[in-house]
């Protein structure tokens, strides 16, 4: 499982697929922001980071122009990850609440970490061709990880996923909290992006997010009663 992971992680950082998103991520590894003139900048596709082993698949996104496209790893040196990844350390899904680099020493603990696009847009906002592009390096990531939980940050991340999976199902809304559970049983969880417009502004605060991998967990949990109560069965 890991070799399959190392291996669609190489094929997506040599991705030119497409032109728009080649050249602004370029551009801006190019220029750079002042505060970090002194660094070399990744500029390049951003792969999945965490378990190979993972039940829990987190779907962002795309790279911050000046986070995960500067330091190679999704969620990265910006200020998302600044308010996410404390949030899956207080959950057990992380080893660290801090992500500043790629050698920083941060283990993900039965979670992994994808997008929906692997490049930073120009204005954070890749066009459906760009989503289209990318959506089988996310399909293939869920066939390698067959994941028990699905947790989608944002809006775009959910359509995403329902379009994966042919859900037409007009019941299906995005919202925060919000549940649902695909015909092979996997469960999809939806989260406000931990972006600064929704931080800043309150419309995701702390405990909302850190309700979300409580929920995450308790759904790993309920998978783990189903399996034993089957072993038992089996006796």
């Not at 990880?145 to 959910?158: D, E, M, N, S, Y």
Request: aromatic share 8%; proline share 5%.
């Amino acid at each position: 499982m890991q070799s399959q992971l190392e291996k669609l992680n190489e094929e997506i950082i040599q991705c030119r697929k497409c032109a728009r998103l080649v050249e602004w991520r370029e551009e801006v590894a190019r220029l750079k922001r002042r505060a970090y003139r002194d660094q070399e900048y990744w500029g390049k596709p951003v792969p999945g980071f965490g378990d190979p082993k993972a039940r829990v698949l987190v779907v962002g996104l795309a790279p911050g122009a000046h986070g995960s496209n500067r330091t190679g790893r999704v969620f990265t040196g910006d200020a998302s990850g600044g308010f996410m990844y404390p949030a899956l350390y207080r959950a057990g899904f992380a080893n660290q609440p801090t992500a500043e680099s790629r050698d920083d020493g941060l283990i993900l603990k039965d979670l992994y970490i994808a997008a929906v696009a692997h490049c930073v847009p120009p204005a954070n906002k890749p066009n459906s061709a760009e989503l289209d592009n990318c959506q089988p390096y996310l399909e293939r990531t869920i066939e390698i990880l067959k994941p028990k939980v699905i947790v989608c940050l944002g809006r775009i991340a959910f359509e995403r996923i329902l379009r994966m999976f042919s859900i037409r199902n007009s019941a299906w809304k995005f919202g925060h909290g919000a549940l649902y559970q695909l015909d092979n049983g996997t469960w999809v969880l939806c989260s406000y992006h931990p972006s600064q417009q929704n931080t800043l502004t309150g419309k995701l605060t702390v405990m909302m997010f850190d309700d979300i991998w409580v929920k995450a967990r308790e759904l790993l949990q309920r998978e783990e009663e189903v399996i034993d109560r089957l072993n038992a069965a089996s006796v």
